[in-house]
DNA sequence: ACCTTTACTTGCATATTGCAACTATTTTTA
DNA sequence: TAAAAATAGTTGCAATATGCAAGTAAAGGT
């Protein structure tokens, strides 16, 4: 019998795939997948600080600084001091990275829908409030990303 | 509204969080989290070739030979050339590897049963149910892990 | 004013990755 | 059956990603 663990564990790395898949395809020499991250990001907290997003990923900041810039030159994103606290960088997407992000999406919603498309109607309804059920759950647990220190590192 | 693409997002990315942790926390020095991947790939493929393992994972034979040899360095796999035809090489855990992977498996078991248990039974077994259906619909829409040419990487 | 904390950046050393090119062993084919 | 093509796996190499330690600069606390 297929354990719990074996099922998350290959569909995260088959959407993983998909995800890198996603890059390639439509983006090709563009954005890598971490950067592809860094922009959906950006756009779902909006207007995030550095250090916002570099936990979101759950990655070191240092990491993070180095690929903001990268996309900086790129092009992708901006970035812009903060009134409030002039050590704070606010980044925000382009249009250029808007666009870049919305092929992504666009590539992803295709697989997405053919995926789904092999279930029923009910079936589609429930795995989706699954995964809602699932993301709640891992928010409240704080079991991912909690490094040695017990800091919470991604489930904001 | 949170799109599917969202949710899925998010939730990949904290299981991918989780994972690291677990690499982390139960065998830090020990193996990174690919490495930790392939561990589980040849104990559920058994004996798997070299090839094998690559195409589950989505990786480059040549990232996987390489890693392939520093896990076998670290004596956490082994490796057996086929009587039928000598070119391939099966990979098989040793002792030592089996019991990193239990370890991993031990945290990693933890941590879901941790994140199920808010959850009422019902909804325990809804969420489960869905996983399957997604694996089942991924591995049938074959968009996983296509690269350029078409060929499917990892949905074997 | 001084000390501490926080946000971010850089130096450095290491690890990971993919492509092209190579060896060794089948398998095909002419 | 000998030569050609395909397959499994390995290296050279150059690019990229990573994390830690140490730095700068700006706030905040006392």
Redesign the pocket.
Same mark, same amino acid.
């Given at each position: 019998m297929e354990s719990v663990r074996e099922k998350l564990q290959i569909f995260v790395r088959r959407f993983g795939l998909l995800n890198a898949a996603s890059c390639d395809n439509c983006c090709g020499e563009q954005v890598?997948m971490? !950067?592809s991250h860094i922009l959906f990001e950006v756009r779902r907290l909006q207007n995030p %600080?550095? !250090?916002?997003i570099a936990d979101a990923l759950g990655?070191?900041?240092?990491?993070f %600084?180095? !690929?903001?810039?990268?996309l900086e030159a790129k092009g992708l994103v901006s970035r812009r001091v903060s009134a409030?606290?002039?050590?704070?960088?606010h980044l925000s997407l382009t249009a250029a990275g808007e666009d870049v992000l919305s092929r992504i999406d666009r590539y992803m919603a295709d697989n997405i829908e053919r995926i789904f498309s092999s279930m029923s109607a009910f079936e589609q309804e429930t795995v989706i409030r699954s995964l809602g059920l699932l993301n709640d759950a891992l928010a409240t647990s704080g079991c991912c990303g909690v490094s040695q220190n017990n800091t919470v590192a991604c489930c904001k």
């Open positions: 890598s971490v !950067q %600080s550095m !250090q916002q990655m070191d900041v240092t990491t %600084s180095r !690929q903001a810039k990268t409030d606290d002039r050590r704070v960088s």
